[in-house]
């Protein structure tokens, strides 16, 4: 790469750290000419370096112009774009789609050029589209896509702990309403299968349910994917539905919200409000009949406070609440669903395990449990699976959990034990406090009669 007022050695330099950085880099001058590709960037776009360093860009990318390509736009405009979609046909015919951030570059306030570091996501986009076509077509099968897609009811909630219980019988109550739904909890708590049961118990249990997870797809793609494309719009598009429409009659279930942009949740929330979506680079309003159900691992004033989830938005959605406990909690429930689960991996793995140890139970009920019920259900896997006994012992545990050590004469059963007991009542009535006052802790404060600093310590010690 030859930059007027850069010596060779530092041209060298330069350019051995862009080939090293794994990210596509295309770097062209102010006629448009590709003075530097490097490896990652050729491996994106299906070409050899030697077919793009030296040529003018819309040669080597026939399908772009003067407009559509990010490169060129910045030499024009002199005017950085960040986190731009791009779809274009390179010199063999193939489709590339990539998000890429441009930014010209000035030499002593001149300027030579431009780079661009690029993003593909053409499998991801891909593997995205091939959803929306399968979901459409399990809609027009009517009630079926619903029973394929949302599979669990409120009786596969399984609980022995009465502020769980309590939740459920809430849940199934509000079910019947078409309100919008904010369901928060730690990962591995349940969020989804306690979201599928609502829908089931809902009017709309015979229409579509449809789940995405905002977390999985780059933010280009997620809006073209909730809200569908028209033709034309950008190089490639085509008339396709987005996930309201195919929710159309039936519930989207939205995971992960606090991980969509800022600028999305203000999108989302203009759709929720109007029950109408506008389909990119289109023109016509599609009426749309969704219930939004959102869920998040994290609780809704923290979001706000660290500017992942817009205030709005949060209280268009926080009409209807449910806060799902972490397994820690309600530790009733994890020798009751290692029985469970124990159960079920008999008859899979063909076992005859009768149960836990006293060790083990000790040992589980000391253990924290971030991953909660999913980390439970897969340690009992893995012990089941390495047991060559009738009872699950020690020897059989993970070895990450073989380092937890009970205290001598530590005691394994709860259902009695008075300090256990009075915590559990303890958490709930603070989670029963928050959920009224809308996560507010000086609300909470005053429905339980506490000063805002107890709470605040009480939260602080019970890790609510």
Same mark, same amino acid.
């Not at 203009?270 to 609780?299: F, P, Q, T």
């Not at 006293?358 to 449990?369: P, R």
């Not at 897969?378 to 959990?401: A, R, W």
């Given at each position: 790469?030859?930059?007027?007022?850069?010596?060779?050695?530092?041209?060298?330099?330069?350019?051995?750290?862009?080939?090293?950085?794994?990210?596509?880099?295309?770097?062209?001058?102010?006629?448009?000419?590709?003075?530097?590709?490097?490896?990652?960037?050729?491996?994106?776009?299906?070409?050899?370096?030697?077919?793009?360093?030296?040529?003018?860009?819309?040669?080597?990318?026939?399908?772009?112009?003067?407009?559509?390509?990010?490169?060129?736009?910045?030499?024009?405009?002199?005017?950085?774009?960040?986190?731009?979609?791009?779809?274009?046909?390179?010199?063999?015919?193939?489709?590339?789609?990539?998000?890429?951030?441009t930014?010209?570059?000035?030499?002593?306030?001149?300027?030579?050029g431009?780079?661009?570091?690029?993003k593909?996501y053409?499998?991801?986009?891909?593997?995205?589209?091939?959803?929306?076509?399968?979901?459409?077509?399990?809609?027009?099968?009517?009630?079926?896509?619903?029973?394929?897609?949302?599979?669990?009811?409120?009786?596969?909630?399984?609980t022995?702990?009465?502020?769980?219980?309590?939740?459920?019988?809430?849940?199934?109550?509000?079910?019947?309403?078409?309100?919008?739904?904010?369901?928060?909890?730690?990962?591995?708590?349940?969020?989804e299968?306690?979201?599928?049961?609502?829908?089931?118990?809902?009017?709309?249990?015979?229409?579509?349910?449809?789940?995405?997870?905002?977390?999985?797809?780059?933010?280009n793609?997620?809006?073209?994917?909730?809200?569908?494309?028209?033709?034309?719009?950008?190089?490639?598009?085509?008339? #396709?539905?987005? !996930? =309201?429409?195919?929710? $159309?009659?039936? %519930?989207?279930? &939205?995971?992960?919200?606090?991980?969509?942009?800022? @600028?999305l949740?203000?999108?989302?929330?203009?759709?929720?409000?109007?029950?109408?979506?506008?389909?990119?680079?289109?023109?016509?309003?599609?009426?749309?009949?969704?219930?939004?159900?959102?869920?998040?691992?994290?609780?809704?004033?923290?979001?706000?406070?660290?500017?992942q989830? #817009?205030?709005? !938005? =949060?209280?268009?959605? $926080?009409?209807? %609440?449910?806060? &799902?406990?972490?397994l820690?909690?309600?530790?009733? @429930?994890?020798?009751?669903?290692?029985?469970?689960?124990?159960?079920?991996?008999?008859?899979?793995?063909?076992?005859?395990?009768?149960?836990?140890d006293?060790?083990?139970?000790?040992?589980?009920?000391?253990?924290?449990?971030p991953?909660?019920?999913?980390?439970?259900?897969?340690?009992?896997?893995?012990?089941?699976?390495?047991?060559?006994?009738?009872?699950?012992?020690?020897?059989?545990?993970?070895?990450?959990?073989?380092?937890?050590?009970?205290?001598?004469?530590?005691?394994?059963?709860t259902?009695?034990?008075?300090?256990?007991?009075?915590?559990?009542?303890?958490?709930?009535?603070?989670?029963?406090?928050?959920?009224?006052s809308?996560?507010?802790?000086?609300?909470?404060?005053?429905?339980?009669?506490?000063?805002?600093?107890?709470?605040?310590?009480?939260?602080?010690?019970?890790?609510?």
């Open positions: 790469m030859r930059l007027n007022s850069v010596s060779n050695v530092t041209e060298e330099i330069l350019s051995a750290i862009l080939k090293c950085i794994d990210e596509a880099i295309h770097v062209v001058n102010t006629e448009g000419i590709t003075i530097f590709y490097n490896e990652v960037a050729a491996k994106h776009d299906g070409l050899g370096i030697g077919e793009v360093v030296g040529k003018p860009l819309l040669n080597v990318f026939p399908s772009l112009n003067n407009q559509s390509s990010t490169l060129l736009k910045v030499i024009e405009t002199k005017k950085p774009i960040y986190n731009e979609t791009q779809s274009f046909v390179n010199l063999h015919g193939r489709k590339i789609d990539t998000v890429n951030t930014l010209p570059i000035f030499v002593q306030g001149e300027l030579i431009a780079v661009e570091i690029a593909d053409s499998q991801i986009k891909q593997l995205s589209e091939r959803l929306v076509e399968i979901q459409k077509s399990l809609k027009h099968r009517g009630g079926k896509a619903s029973k394929q897609q949302a599979g669990y009811t409120f009786s596969d909630l399984l022995d702990n009465k502020h769980f219980m309590t939740v459920k019988k809430k849940a199934e109550k509000l079910a019947k309403s078409d309100s919008p739904i904010l369901v928060y909890g730690e990962s591995g708590t349940g969020k299968l306690f979201v599928q049961s609502i829908h089931n118990a809902s009017s709309r249990a015979a229409g579509p349910f449809i789940a995405q997870n905002c977390a999985a797809i780059p933010e793609l997620l809006e073209s994917i909730l809200f569908g494309t028209s033709k034309g719009s950008y190089t490639g598009a085509v008339d #396709r539905p987005g !996930l =309201f429409e195919l929710a $159309n009659g039936g %519930t989207l279930f &939205l995971d992960e919200l606090n991980s969509m942009p800022f @600028d949740q203000a999108k989302l929330l203009r759709v929720i409000e109007d029950g109408a979506v506008r389909r990119i680079g289109g023109s016509n309003v599609i009426s749309v009949n969704v219930r939004v159900i959102s869920a998040m691992n994290v609780y809704p004033t923290v979001a706000m406070e660290a500017n989830l #817009r205030t709005d !938005l =949060f209280y268009r959605l $926080n009409v209807l %609440t449910f806060e &799902l406990m972490p820690r909690q309600r530790k009733q @429930d994890i020798l009751y669903l290692s029985d469970i689960f124990i159960s079920q991996y008999n008859k899979q793995l063909r076992k005859h395990v009768s149960g836990l006293d060790q083990v139970k000790a040992i589980f009920l000391k253990h924290q449990w991953g909660n019920v999913r980390e439970l259900k897969h340690t009992i896997e893995y012990m089941m699976n390495v047991c060559e006994g009738s009872i699950l012992t020690g020897q059989d545990l993970p070895m990450m959990m073989k380092n937890i050590q009970p205290e001598p004469g530590e005691e394994t059963r259902s009695f034990v008075l300090r256990e007991n009075l915590k559990e009542l303890e958490i709930q009535l603070i989670n029963d406090a928050l959920n009224a809308g996560g507010n802790v000086q609300k909470a404060a005053v429905l339980l009669d506490i000063p805002r600093q107890t709470l605040q310590y009480k939260m602080k010690k019970l890790n609510i």
